[in-house]
């Protein structure tokens, strides 16, 4: 019997969802109102946060996901993972090392926040434009536009 938390496994399910690029095991995991976060997209809300996992699996050709450190508990829970593949816009190889942190109600993600370097990042998957657009809020912020603007209405 495995006697791990409900919501340690519920995480780990997640990236082992997002590593099979398998977008409606991801997007069951969560509340209809959900809310997630992260540098890239900035905050996204309910049907938003479905919409990025799909066009994220849809468009994930390379991509090998690992999570360690998964901790949760009723309420709230936390991971490590690595996103390693190859940015589409531009061809450049990406690992992406995130540290993830969760709210759950009933049982599923009410919000969920990434949280990583955007000009790590940005280094590797823009190369040398990143000086410009990953070190600074305007760049940022226009990176953040172009990402959300990918999102299917």
Known sequence: MDARHPNTLAIERLYAALD???AETMV???APDATFEDPA?????GSEVA?????????????????????????TGTARWVATYTFSATGRPV?????ARFRFHDGLIADHRDEFSMLR?????????A????????????LRRRARSRLPA
């Open 95 to 99: 690992e992406n090392r995130i540290r």
């Open 28 to 30: 069951s995991l969560y």
């Open 131 to 142: 000086l410009v657009l990953g070190s600074n809020p305007l760049g940022r912020a226009l």
């Open 51 to 75: 919409a990025m996992w799909r066009m994220l699996c849809a468009q994930a050709k390379d991509l090998d996901v690992t999570v360690s450190d998964v901790e949760a508990d009723d309420q």
């Open 121 to 129: 990042w940005s280094r590797q998957a823009l190369g040398p434009v």
């Open 20 to 22: 099979a690029a398998d």
């Open 41 to 45: 997209f900035g905050e996204l809300h």
